[in-house]
C-alpha cells in the first residue's frame, strides 16, 4: 500500500508572478490544497525537500500528511508543474482528502510470469498499463501484479481476471481486455527469382530458331 509521507507547508499570503518568482529563488514551491471539504488554501513547501520527495516515491500516486501551522491534512499529490527548460518544479497541487473518503487513482500495472504464447512467438500488447480504480486512501496500491503465466497465444487477461488488492475496486468493466497475446506475424515469401542462363549455351527456343533463319536466308 502507498506510504503516507510528512511534510511541512507554511501558508502563503503573496500572489503574483514577481511574488511567486521571488518564492521559487527563497528556495520554495507554491502550492495549493483544496479539496470537496475543503476550501482552497495557498501553501508553499520547501523545494529540496518536495523534490526528493518525489523522487524517491516507488508510486506516482504520492500521498502526504501537510503540517500546516498546528494542523495536519491528509492530500493526494494531485499534480506536479515541472519547469522543462531550466529544471526545477514551479507548481504543486495538493487534493485534500479524508482517511474514511474513497479516491480515484491511476495505479500501474506490473506484470509477471512467462507467457507460454509469448514462448511460442506472439506478441504480448498492454492495451492498458495503468488501471483505474476506487478505495480508501489507506489501501491504495503502489502497482498492481497481472499474472501472465497461463496467457496462451489469442487470448487475453481482462479486468475481471485480475486480483486486485483487498479494498480496491476498478472503475473498468470486468470484460474489458487489459493484456493479449497476439499471433506471431508471417511475413509472405518473396517469388523465387528465374535462373539466368548458363554462359555459352543458347537457350532451347534460340537453338530451334536457328535452321529456321539459315533456311530463310537460302
Known sequence: MAKILDIIAQPRSSEGTAAVNRLRKA?????????????????????????????????????????IDSAEQ???????????????????????IAMDEEIHAEVPLNLTGESPGAKAGGLIEAIHHNLEVRCLPKDLPEGIVVDISDLQVGKAIHVGDIKLPEGVRAKLADDVVVIMCEEPKVEPEAPAAAAPAAKGKAAPAAKAAAPAAKAAKK
Not at 523545494?47 to 500521498?63: H, M, Q, R
Open 27 to 67: 528556495g520554495s514551491i507554491p502550492a495549493v490544497v483544496y479539496g470537496r471539504k475543503t476550501p482552497p488554501a495557498n501553501v508553499q513547501v520547501d523545494a529540496k525537500t518536495f523534490t526528493k520527495l518525489i523522487e524517491s516515491s516507488a508510486s506516482d500516486n504520492i500521498l502526504v500528511s501537510l503540517k
Open 74 to 96: 491528509l492530500a493526494l499529490v494531485q499534480e506536479v508543474q515541472h519547469d522543462h527548460l531550466r529544471g526545477g518544479i514551479l507548481h504543486v497541487d495538493f487534493h485534500a
